[in-house]
């Protein structure tokens, strides 16, 4: 059987200590095994990193923007590859691969404008003969620690504006699913990067730790569960290093009663059941307000038949597995146990659909579940599968107090064609990414990706904008030059003049 392996220093690693299986979750095969860091091998990324971090952070901004070009051509001609591993490890249907793939390298393109997004300021003559400037400079070696459902996405999330920025990067993906991680590090090297900018860390959670514990590592993006990314961020911090932890959601999506009903809930479907239903900014509650709510309930479970489930390299597959049998049964389990929560459950998605008869893949059907309240387990918890729950309300305003009683800020949508209501409800609802007349608000890659509250510790959104300042910190150089004016002793505090 493969086994999967690091890439250190410009080159694969075979581990040396205990390994982790990896399946095909659409036949639910044992596929691979993936080796798991040791302290050793933790130890050797983290030099490579550091070993190529002077240089890097030294080489001109017009050959890191030239390498980043390379890096976007390879990525582009590679993106079938890298859309059949995650498929094939994942479980998602090939075109939405393919599309995650084309919003990771929406990512290395914003980081081709590196010279620009560094440009620093400059202040002259700020005192008599003094001029100041802030330089961006690079924070050394940063880590990246990444979930399994998007496992090329989220890498270049990180990757390209921390490479950009001059420092040196250590992905740890997901054990899950580790293999795109590698043909990306492939990818870099071919570019023309040197060794050591850019390093593979498989592993589980010893990895994360010897990554949060190791004093040569500045930085740590974290994309994944709340639980975890609440650790990684108290843990980080408190090991002194700047941390930004995006963690779980649960989205929810309005419907106003003007909303275009056939929009809405084609919008649920695609949000709720796309990816079954294993995105972040999947949409797991629809609210629906007021006289809506009978016929949208009808028009979802209409709908709901035409999701043709099967392995997600089949053309004709809409939806494809989970990642493991455990998630599976979890998933399963919310919706065996929504009924006797109160809730009706409308469409029952708990097994396997017929279409998957006859293969061990980790599949499930889509379930619709009406009459969900705060309290229930349904509700309550993220649940990372296709179980679209509805919440039904009387008002705007309840809906809008619902959402913002919910621990999670990850993103909301809201559909209706009165845009007064649409402007007011920006203002009103406590969520970073805001969705109207748009079920999947990731922002674009030159926009900065965050949730609030629960589904973000640390100060910083990922990429975009925000992404460069958390790889770069400041610095400011106040400058004065000689001229033929020599001033008296003075020890008082600097004063401009
Ligand atoms: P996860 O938290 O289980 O794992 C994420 C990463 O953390 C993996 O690399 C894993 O190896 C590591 N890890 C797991 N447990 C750990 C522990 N106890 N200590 C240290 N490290 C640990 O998440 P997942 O199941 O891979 O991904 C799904 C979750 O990620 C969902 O909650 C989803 O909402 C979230 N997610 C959030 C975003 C976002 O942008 N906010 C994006 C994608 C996924």
């Known amino acids: ?99 995650e793939v084309a919003r990771g390298l929406e990512c290395v393109e914003f980081a081709c404008g590196i010279p620009a997004l560094l440009r620093g300021e400059f202040s002259a003559e700020v005192s008599r003969g003094i001029d100041v400037h802030t330089v961006a400079r690079p924070l050394g070696v940063v880590a ?32 899950k699913d580790p ?50 990314a609440r650790h990684i961020y108290e843990a980080g911090t408190r090991a002194g290093k700047r941390v930004q932890a995006l963690g779980g959601a649960k989205n929810h999506m309005v419907v106003l009663p003007d909303a275009d009903l056939d929009a809405a809930a084609n919008a649920a479907i695609n949000a709720g059941y796309g990816s079954a239903g294993e995105r972040c900014m999947a949409i797991s509650v629809v609210v629906a307000v007021g006289t809506v709510a009978d016929p949208l309930v009808e028009a979802i479970a209409a709908r709901i038949p035409d ?14 597995p989970l990642i493991t049998a455990q998630h599976r049964d ?66 705007y305003e309840q809906a809008v107090a619902l959402i913002n009683a919910n621990q999670y800020g990850n993103g909301v949508a809201l559909f209706t064609r009165d845009g007064g209501a649409a402007r007011q409800f920006q203002r009103d609802v406590q969520v970073g990414m805001v969705g109207i007349n748009v079920p999947i608000p990731v922002p674009v890659a030159w926009h900065s990706f965050g949730g609030w509250k629960a589904s973000l510790f640390g100060d910083s959104p990922i990429y975009g904008p925000e ?26 505090f600097p004063v401009n003049r």
């Open 1 to 99: 059987m493969q086994t999967i392996g690091h890439w250190i220093d410009g080159k694969p690693v075979t581990g040396g200590g205990r390994l982790g299986p990896v399946f095909n979750p659409a036949t639910g095969q044992r596929t691979a095994e993936v080796t798991l860091a040791t302290d050793g091998e933790i130890a050797d990324a983290v030099r490579a990193a550091s070993a190529a971090a002077v240089d890097w952070s030294r080489t001109s901004l017009s050959r890191r923007a030239g390498l980043l070009f390379r890096l976007r051509e390879l990525v582009s001609a590679h993106q079938e590859d890298l859309a059949r591993i995650i498929t094939r490890e994942h479980g998602k249907v090939h075109s939405d691969a393919l599309g």
């Open 144 to 175: 990246g620690i990444t979930p399994f459902n998007f496992p090329v996405m989220v890498p270049l999330w990180m990757l390209a504006n921390a490479i950009a920025c001059g420092n040196t990067f250590i992905l740890k993906p997901s054990e």
């Open 179 to 228: 293999s795109a991680s590698l043909l990306l590090a492939e990818l870099v090297a071919r570019a023309g990067f040197p060794d050591g900018v850019v390093n593979v860390l498989q592993g589980d959670v010893p990895a994360v730790t010897g990554l949060l514990e190791h004093p040569d590592i500045a930085a740590v993006s974290f994309v994944g569960s709340t639980p975890v």
């Open 307 to 320: 999701v043709v489930i099967g392995p997600g390299d089949d053309e004709a597959s809409m939806m494809g």
């Open 330 to 395: 979890k998933v399963s389990s919310y919706v065996t146990g929504a009924a006797d929560e109160g809730a009706t459950v409308v469409v029952d998605g708990s097994r396997a659909p017929d279409s998957t008869a006859g293969t061990d893949g980790f599949f499930l059907g889509c379930s619709l579940v009406d009459q969900v309240r705060p309290g229930m387990r349904v509700y309550d918890d993220e649940i990372f599968g296709p179980v679209l729950s509805v919440v039904r309300v009387d008002t």
């Open 467 to 492: 992404g460069i300042r958390f790889y770069t910190r400041p610095q400011v150089v106040t400058s004065r030059w000689p001229d033929p004016t020599s001033e008296a002793i003075d020890l008082g």
